[in-house]
């Protein structure tokens, strides 16, 4: 029996390491660590009393800021501050590729909130391959 096939492997498995690992699982956990980071700045500019357009201009530009450095750092490793632009850019193109299916479902009578849930892992994963491919393609 060659060593990798021992059973006893399966005792020495890490699922800490395990995701660690994984580029994209660490995507999806800094993406809700980014998530409730957004909210919380949103409810916290509503809270005091911030109109919300302007409430949600302000935590999406935090948002897009604190999401640049965590993905870059604890995704990508990389800590090239230059390349926010392209990281703007892929945001753009998410938002843009994430408008028409909340178009077609209204169009269609599909609540708009299930159509956003239904698309959230489809968004992240293209999010992380834009990412991986335009913006942060030099990381380690």
Request: aromatic letters at 18%; hydrophobic letters at 55%; a positive charge.
């Amino acid at each position: 029996m060659e060593p990798r096939d021992h059973p006893s492997r399966f005792l020495d498995f890490d699922p800490v390491q395990w995701v660690l690992g994984s580029r994209f699982l660490r995507f999806l956990i800094v993406g809700g660590i980014n998530t409730v980071f957004g909210y919380s700045v949103f409810a916290a500019l509503i809270l005091l009393k911030v109109a919300y357009p302007i409430a949600a201009f302000l935590s999406t530009v935090f948002g897009v800021l604190f999401n640049f450095k965590s993905y870059g750092r604890l995704v990508f490793g990389s800590h090239d501050n230059s390349l926010i632009f392209r990281f703007f850019a892929v945001y753009g193109v998410c938002y843009l590729l994430g408008l028409a299916p909340l178009a077609w479902a209204k169009a269609h009578g599909v609540p708009i909130l299930l159509m956003a849930a239904i698309c959230a892992l489809p968004m992240a994963s293209i999010g992380f391959l834009l990412n991986r491919r335009f913006v942060f393609r030099h990381a380690r």
